[in-house]
């Protein structure tokens, strides 16, 4: 049986459903994640096509699409699923392959924005919400979107200029080296 | 009741006025919370896909923390709630993981410290009752669309206490302080979430489909219980509308900002001038502060 075969040489599905903690390959099809899911109409890969490319092992085409990066991690895709596979851990798993086979991000925003976010809790503790937009900005080079907004949100409280570290902070710094180097073992 | 409080990053910038009135709310109605000392992020969206340890380990940090207080955990942002919830669910049954959040944090954890939203501790522990009698100010006529988002009901085998696709805490608590809660079909579509900052045309789409269908059903306002969830619907509204069409201008208020009104609290106390969206034209019809 050549399918079987094949089935099993498929180390990107292999390399997925042992990240993920899912069974990717349980996915018959149905288009129920991909029906409800609210960024479907801004994909040209769906949820349910993402799912059957992985099982053709399309792997360059899965993590180079911008798709993967627009998920808004809502759950509604793993809340329904018949088969109960947790489609946004999936959606997860892929954008972290991404990063790490350093592939040609289409849309590098979204990493951007989670590496602004994650630097700020590594220094502080907690977001530092005006650095982490400064950083964010300047990693995008999208200094137009928003600007108008700042102004308003320090008017009314909702940033404020100096961190509010936490006394934990340190501590913090030393979670994050230590869970780099335990996603290196992985 | 007393819990280990923990407010989560958005609460003491983006989401202040959430901050304060949950705290004025709990006060009210005999809650009593106590800051876990120095908490720390939960690492949020950006963690859960960047890195998967840390997704676990940043929220663990926290439950250790008020583990020592020999309290359960209580929380009233959507976000936090479900990673705190998750981080509970991985380690206890997932060994390998449990491990790895130990070597991380490098402190033992058995995720059994109890995670309470503020929403399931009003409704199933204080009851709606208990809510009821302390209504001082009933928010009558008033006609809300609740909006659940995405984390507080999602995925329902790790935060649920409530129906995944068809909550109801929020209706109830709206009904026992007097307001009218409409019946509509987005209560748990996703607003977009972060996506706010890296594809914000995205979120102006959704939040103009669920600001336009809250206003269809017949709500004058919305109720939220997520920081993100008021921001992308009241702070970019006006960028929804347009990019999409008009829509009568709809304030987007914490469902503890009602809830403080109706116990008698005063704008300020709940922290309504944090709105984008004035809040003005509701008080109108309950009466001024008092």
């Not at chain 2, 929403?119 to 006609?143: H, Q, S, T, Y």
């Not at chain 2, 829509?247 to 109706?262: C, D, K, R, S, W």
Request: overall charge neutral; hydrophobic content about 40%; charged content about 25%.
């Amino acid at each position: 049986m050549p399918d079987t075969l094949e089935w099993q040489n498929n180390t990107f599905l292999k390399e997925v459903e042992r990240r993920s903690g899912t069974p990717v390959s349980a996915c018959f099809q149905c288009h129920k994640c991909s029906t409800g899911c609210p960024i479907g109409p801004d994909m040209d890969l769906l949820s349910s096509q993402v799912m059957r490319m992985i099982h053709l092992g399309e792997e360059l085409q899965v993590l180079e699409s911008q798709d993967i990066w627009l998920c808004a991690s809502c759950e509604a895709c793993t809340t329904r699923c018949p088969m109960q596979i947790d489609i946004a851990v999936v959606m997860d798993s892929l954008r972290m392959m991404a990063v790490e086979r350093k592939v040609e991000l289409p849309n590098a925003r979204g990493e951007q924005f989670n590496r602004s976010f994650l630097q700020s809790v590594s220094r502080n503790g907690r977001v530092f919400e005006l650095g982490m937009m400064v950083a964010y900005k300047l990693r995008s080079r999208d200094f137009f979107t928003d600007a108008e907004k700042t102004g308003q949100m320090l008017a009314k409280g909702k940033l404020s200029l100096l961190p509010k570290k936490s006394g934990s902070a340190r501590a913090v710094a030393d979670v994050f080296r230590r869970a780099e180097e335990e996603e290196k073992k992985r | 009741m007393k819990y280990a409080f923990f407010p989560g990053c958005s609460l003491e910038s983006t989401g202040w006025d959430f901050d304060r009135s949950t705290r004025a709310v709990c006060r009210a109605l005999g809650i009593d919370l106590v800051d876990i000392p120095d908490w720390v992020c939960c690492g949020s969206t950006p963690a859960h896909t960047t890195n998967a340890s840390l997704s676990v380990a940043l929220p663990v940090m926290n439950l250790q923390k008020a583990k020592e207080m020999g309290l359960p955990v209580l929380t009233a942002c959507a976000s936090c709630y479900a990673r705190l919830r998750t981080a509970n669910h991985t380690v206890l049954n997932d060994p390998e993981e449990r491990g790895r959040a130990e070597r991380v944090t490098g402190k033992p954890y058995d995720g059994r410290v109890e995670v309470r939203h503020l929403l399931d501790v009003l409704v199933n522990d204080l009851g709606v009752d208990a809510v009821r009698e302390k209504v001082r100010r009933p928010l009558k006529g008033m006609k809300v669309a609740c909006y659940y988002g995405c984390l507080l009901t999602r995925p329902p085998d790790i935060v649920a206490f409530d129906n995944a696709e068809h909550p109801s805490c929020m209706d109830r608590l709206l009904t026992a302080i007097g307001a009218e809660p409409v019946e509509w079909p987005y209560k748990t579509e996703c607003c977009g979430a972060s996506l706010s900052i890296t594809r914000s045309e995205i979120v102006n789409r959704l939040s103009h489909r669920l600001l336009s269908m809250a206003r269809q059903a017949g709500a004058d306002c919305l109720a939220v219980a997520c920081p993100l969830c008021e921001s992308n619907l009241d702070l970019r509204q006006a960028d929804a509308v347009k990019a999409h069409g008009a829509i009568p201008e709809t304030p987007v208020l914490y469902v503890t900002q009602f809830l403080g009104l109706a116990l008698g609290l005063s704008s300020g106390d709940v922290g309504l001038e944090a709105l984008t969206v004035s809040a003005e034209s509701l008080l109108a019809g309950i009466g001024r502060d008092q």
